[in-house]
């Protein structure tokens, strides 16, 4: 079964804390996705990415950073994390070009920031 | 500009209803149209994808359907039960692999 996995379920923080979330696919996906969602807001596209070492900002990138050392693996860093913070994060994977067969989703990681 | 909306944003239906949701989307050069369901706190789980060729897809109880030159989509569910309350979200597939999605329409299925 194709998957996309998030480290954490759950998590707290500190303001101030420099945070990683690590998400991993293994269906060989060229794009990877975070989005963040906040009740009454939708979900919310942070950063994206069709390449290694590629990236692109999506709606909502301040304060966020993201990398992509290898195709599998897609990390977001919040490099100074705030309270405003607070959300649900998912990543999601799709494949490259016109194939259709859309996004997998992780699980979601729900982060707290104290 | 892509821009997808779904109404009602939540619905309340007594079980066993058949009923529908609806999924409409302002740029029809779309490549598919996905739904998913999403239960609280948990991540978005694929129900149903509609590549631009198709009209329809099938699983089970639920029946979705594309209509690319009226910009609409519609997903069926049959004989509602209560394990079916969540949020259904339906999103646009563009170029490079690069969604758009709905805000869901909250779906309640009353014993």
């Known amino acids: 079964d194709v998957k996309v996995t998030q480290s954490s379920r759950y998590l707290v923080k500190r303001t101030g804390e420099k945070v990683f979330l690590e998400c991993v696919q293994d269906m060989d996906h060229e794009n990877m996705f975070w989005y963040r969602q906040d009740p009454g807001l939708g979900l919310r596209l942070i950063y994206f990415?069709?390449?290694?070492?590629?990236?692109e900002k999506g709606d909502i990138p301040e304060g966020y950073s993201v990398s992509r050392e290898k195709k599998e693996r897609f990390s977001l860093i919040l490099e100074s994390a705030s309270t405003n913070q607070t959300s649900m994060y998912l990543c999601a994977s799709s494949a490259g070009g016109a194939d259709g067969y859309g996004y997998t989703f992780g699980s979601g990681t729900r982060l707290t920031v104290v | 500009k892509q821009e997808v909306t779904q109404i009602p944003a939540a619905l309340s239906v007594p079980e066993g209803e058949n009923l529908v949701l609806n999924c409409s989307f302002t740029?029809?050069?779309?490549?598919?149209l996905q739904w998913f369901r999403q239960d609280p706190g948990k991540g978005l789980t694929s129900l149903l994808l509609i590549q631009s060729s198709q009209r329809e897809q099938t699983s089970g109880r639920l029946n979705a359907s594309l209509d690319k030159s009226s910009g609409r989509s519609t997903l069926y569910i049959a004989a509602s039960q209560p394990g079916d309350s969540a949020t259904y979200l339906c999103a646009a597939g563009g170029n490079a692999g690069k969604s758009t999605f709905g805000d869901g329409t909250t779906l309640t299925v009353k014993p």
């Open positions: 990415s069709y390449d290694v070492k590629m990236k």
């Open positions: 740029d029809s050069a779309i490549y598919n």
